[in-house]
C-alpha cells in the first residue's frame, strides 16, 4: 500500500467536522423540517447521541487492531471470504458516497451560479485537485483539513451572527406538537450524514497516538452537531414554514441578509465557502476509497490508483442522474439506506462478533 503518512489526532478533529459538514448544512435544513418541522433541533440532538455511539464502536474496534484498516482487520474477524466481501462494500460504498457529493457540488455551482455551465466541467474541476491530494497523501488531506476548518465555521458563524437580528423564536414553538415520532424521523434523515466518522475505520493506522482518538472524534462530532444545530435553528427562526420549500436554505438564508444590506454578495462567500469545505469532503472520501482497494486487491502503490478511480468518480457522478431531482430521490432511498447500514451496521457486527471470538473461543 506504501503509505508512510501520519497525521495528528488533533487533526482528526478537522477531517471528520469537514466530512460532514459542507453537505449538512446546505441540504439538512429542509430535510429536517419535512420531517420533524420547528422540532428539527432535537432531532439534530437524538442523531447526534446516535453518531456518539457509532464513533465509539468504531473507536473501540480500531484499538482491536490498531495497525490495520477495516479492510484487513474483517479478515481477520470473520475469515477470507466474508471479510475480502465487506471489503469489496466498503469500496463500493465509499465510491457510492463519494459520487454523490461529487454531483452535489456540481448541482450546487451549476443551479443558483452558472446555470449554462455543463455539470461535467465542475466534476472535473473539483476531480483535479482531489486526485493531486490523494497523490500527497494523508499528511497533505490532514494540514489542508486543519488550514480550511477555521476560515468554514468562522465564516458560517459571523454569517448567523449578521443574521440574528431578524430570527423570529417563536417560530421553534410549540415543542412537540405532533409527539416525539417526526422526532425521529428527522434523526433518520440525517444519520447518513452523522455516520460519517466511520471514515475511522480507514484512516486509524495513520494517525499519531490513536489511544488518544477517541476524545478528540467525540468532540469533533460534538462540534459538528452544534454547528449543523446552529444552522438550522437560524433558518428555522427566519422562514418558519418556508423552509421545507428551499432548495438551498444556507444560501437562502444568506441573499436574505444581503438584501438587508448587512454586507454586500454573501451568496458568492457562501460559493467559496462551500468549495473549499466540500473539496476537503471528497478528497478524504476519495483518499479512503483509493486505501480499500489498494488494501482489497493488494496493490503496492496506492497512488497509483488515485487516477483511476477519480476516472470512476467522474463518470459516475456526471451520468448516473439526469438531475438535481433525481439525485435527491436517490439519496432519500437507495442510498440513504444502502450507506447506513454499511457505516453503523458493519462496524456494529463486527464488534460484537470480535468481543465473542475473545471471550469464548
Same mark, same amino acid.
Given at each position: ?37 420547528? =422540532? ?26 490498531? =495497525? ?14 466474508? &471479510? ?40 472535473? &474541476? ?10 500527497? &497523501? ?18 458560517? *458563524? ?19 406538537? =405532533? &409527539? ?32 488518544? *482518538?477517541?476524545k478528540t472524534s467525540y468532540l469533533a462530532v460534538i462540534l459538528t452537531s452544534f454547528l449543523i444545530l446552529s444552522v438550522n435553528i437560524s433558518i428555522i427562526t427566519t422562514f418558519g414554514c418556508q423552509t421545507k420549500i428551499m432548495i438551498y436554505p444556507f444560501l437562502s438564508f444568506a441573499r436574505y441578509i444581503t438584501a438587508l444590506g448587512f454586507i454586500e454578495r454573501l451568496d458568492s462567500i457562501i460559493m467559496f465557502l462551500w468549495i473549499g469545505g466540500v473539496f476537503v469532503k471528497i478528497v478524504v472520501l476519495h483518499y479512503c476509497s483509493v486505501i480499500s ?5 493488494? *496493490? ?18 456526471? *451520468? ?8 435527491? =430521490? ?32
Open positions: 500500500m506504501n503509505e508512510n503518512g501520519k497525521i495528528s489526532y488533533k487533526q482528526i478533529v478537522s477531517l471528520i467536522i469537514m466530512t460532514i459538514s459542507p453537505t449538512a448544512i446546505l441540504y439538512l435544513p429542509t430535510l429536517i423540517y419535512k420531517e420533524a418541522k420547528q =422540532d428539527g433541533w432535537i432531532s439534530i440532538i437524538v442523531v447526534t447521541v446516535y453518531s456518539l455511539f457509532l464513533t465509539f464502536v468504531i473507536n473501540k474496534l480500531n484499538l482491536m487492531f490498531v =495497525d490495520k484498516t477495516i479492510i484487513e482487520y474483517s479478515v481477520d474477524i470473520v475469515g477470507k471470504y466474508f &471479510g475480502k466481501t465487506i471489503g469489496l462494500i466498503y469500496c463500493v460504498m465509499f465510491i457510492n458516497l463519494n459520487s454523490t457529493v461529487i454531483r452535489e457540488f456540481s448541482e450546487f455551482l451549476a443551479g443558483p451560479f452558472m446555470m449554462e455551465t455543463p455539470i461535467l466541467f465542475f466534476t472535473i &474541476g473539483i476531480m483535479l485537485p482531489s486526485i493531486f491530494g490523494v497523490y500527497k &497523501g494523508i499528511e497533505v488531506i490532514g494540514r489542508t483539513a486543519q488550514i480550511i476548518l477555521p476560515i468554514f465555521i468562522g465564516a458560517v *458563524v459571523i454569517i448567523i451572527i449578521l443574521g440574528i437580528k431578524d430570527m423570529n423564536f417563536s417560530n421553534l414553538q410549540p415543542i412537540m406538537e =405532533d &409527539g416525539f415520532v417526526p422526532v425521529l424521523k428527522g434523526a433518520t434523515r440525517q444519520m447518513s450524514w452523522f455516520s460519517q466518522p466511520m471514515i475511522l475505520v480507514i484512516i486509524m493506522p495513520f494517525i499519531n497516538n490513536p489511544q488518544k *482518538v477517541g482497494i489498494s488494501q482489497l486487491f493488494q *496493490v503496492k502503490d496506492y497512488r497509483k490508483l488515485s487516477i483511476p478511480v477519480g476516472i470512476i468518480l467522474i463518470v459516475i457522478s456526471t *451520468v448516473a442522474w439526469k438531475s438535481l431531482v433525481e439525485l435527491k =430521490d436517490y439519496i432519500k432511498s437507495f442510498n440513504y439506506y444502502f450507506n447506513v447500514s454499511i457505516q453503523a451496521g458493519i462496524p456494529i457486527t463486527l464488534i460484537v462478533i470480535e468481543k465473542i471470538k475473545r471471550r469464548y473461543i
